[in-house]
């Protein structure tokens, strides 16, 4: 069992900035794919952005949200900037342990991660 623990949301003003952490724990971290969704109310959870040998994003955050990992904390980060007021919503880490696929798209489908955080919220006020 992986325990996915999200953290670092809050109020911004837009065009603001923001850094997400999220732990996950595993004694093989670096082998995990890892992604970021979010979920605003009334939406269904969408895909944001993804790391695993490389990084993928949504095309709505491209240039604006940076995915980094650090495998000696087993802490993967989103970094938001120019937040916008339409990026408020839940945000949710997941952890998919040992896929790895040359395909990007593939890790923008929820079903390929097993273990999902609890969700930190992001509000971004106009």
């Known amino acids: 069992q992986v325990q996915v623990v999200e953290s670092g949301g809050g109020l911004v003003q837009a065009g603001g900035s923001l850094r997400l952490s999220c732990a996950a724990s595993g004694r093989t971290f670096s082998n995990y794919a890892m992604g970021w969704f979010r979920q605003a109310p009334g939406k269904e959870r969408e895909f944001v952005a993804a790391?695993?040998?490389?990084?993928v994003y949504a095309d709505s955050v491209k240039g604006r949200f940076t995915v980094s990992r650090d495998n000696a904390k087993n802490t993967v980060y989103l970094q938001m900037s120019s937040l916008k007021p339409e990026d408020t919503a839940v945000y949710y880490c997941?952890?998919?342990?040992?896929?790895?696929?040359?395909?990007?798209?593939?890790?923008?489908?929820?079903?390929?991660?097993?273990?999902w955080g609890q969700g930190t919220q992001v509000t971004v006020s106009s």
């Open positions: 997941a952890a998919a342990p040992g896929k790895h696929y040359s395909s990007t798209f593939t890790y923008t489908r929820r079903e390929l991660y097993d273990y």
């Open positions: 790391i695993s040998w490389s990084d």
